[in-house]
């Protein structure tokens, strides 16, 4: 196994989660902010899946609920059943992560650390979620530590220096410079971005 954390566009995606229980329902929550469009299905499913924004099937998995299916989180407590649709996904060439074995995942969920536009995933590759939780935590913290608009001020101004600035050496050396005043605490704004291009035009 050798997870690469890309970031995957699962907007609108169909994601099948198979299982309807606590472990369903964290594996979903971690879903929902990025809006894709889940169905759950499971004879048993618990009220706070039933209260989330997803479609919901109640009753056993079949085969056929894998049709169309982006990717498949397998969270049932039947080992057995897991193992197969592991099996099904993997003939059809779905993803699909299964909650009780991490060798039977071909993506794994990471412990998500987000805040003020930044989203980072943390993995051990599977060897302790645990540590994985707890590192979350610290970069929450650090998160919460700076100046929230950083990132949106950085998109702000970023398209008018790739215009206004041409070459990439000076480009680079203006975001470090804005990045700093913001890690200074500092908001800068168009005068200071207009003096900041200009000292490199020269
Ligand atoms: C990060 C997080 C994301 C999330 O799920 O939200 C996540 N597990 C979390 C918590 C957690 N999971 C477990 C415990 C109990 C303590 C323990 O056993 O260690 C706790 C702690 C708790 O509950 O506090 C039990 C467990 N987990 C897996 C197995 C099966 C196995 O190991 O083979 C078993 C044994 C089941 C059993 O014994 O029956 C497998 C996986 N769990 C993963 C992710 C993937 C690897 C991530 C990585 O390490 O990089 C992977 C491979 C597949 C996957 O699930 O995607 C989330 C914390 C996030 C947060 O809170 O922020
Ligand atoms: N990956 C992780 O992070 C992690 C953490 C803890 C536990 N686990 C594992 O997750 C598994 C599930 O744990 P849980 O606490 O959510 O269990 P749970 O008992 O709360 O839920 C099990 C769900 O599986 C459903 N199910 C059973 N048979 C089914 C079938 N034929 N078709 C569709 N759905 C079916 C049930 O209806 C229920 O909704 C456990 O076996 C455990 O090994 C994984």
């Given at each position: 196994m050798a997870y690469f954390p890309f970031y995957i566009d699962i907007e609108n995606k169909k994601i099948l989660v198979v299982g309807g229980g606590t472990v369903a329902l964290r594996k979903i929550e971690k879903l929902t902010p990025f809006s894709p469009d889940i169905t759950v299905v499971a004879p048993k499913i618990c009220d706070e899946i039933k209260a989330l924004n997803v479609k919901i099937i109640d009753r056993r998995f079949c085969?056929?609920?894998?049709?169309?299916?982006f990717c498949v989180v397998?969270?049932?407590?039947d080992e057995t059943l897991n193992g197969r649709i592991f099996q099904l996904c993997n003939e059809k060439n779905i993803l699909v992560n299964t909650v009780d074995d991490k060798?039977?995942?071909?993506f794994i969920f990471p412990a998500i650390a987000s805040k003020n536009g930044i989203t980072a995933g943390i993995t051990t590759s599977g060897k302790s979620p645990i540590y994985a939780k707890y590192l979350k935590e610290l970069f929450v913290g650090i998160l919460e530590s700076m100046n929230e608009n950083t990132t949106e001020v950085l998109w702000k101004y970023r398209p008018i220096i790739k215009e206004k600035v041409e070459r990439e050496d000076d480009r680079r050396k203006i975001f470090e410079r804005l990045l700093s005043l913001c890690l200074s605490g500092l908001e800068p704004d168009e005068k200071t971005v207009e003096n900041l291009i200009e000292e490199y035009e020269q």
């Open positions: 085969d056929s609920d894998l049709d169309g299916a397998s969270a049932t407590d060798e039977k995942c071909g």
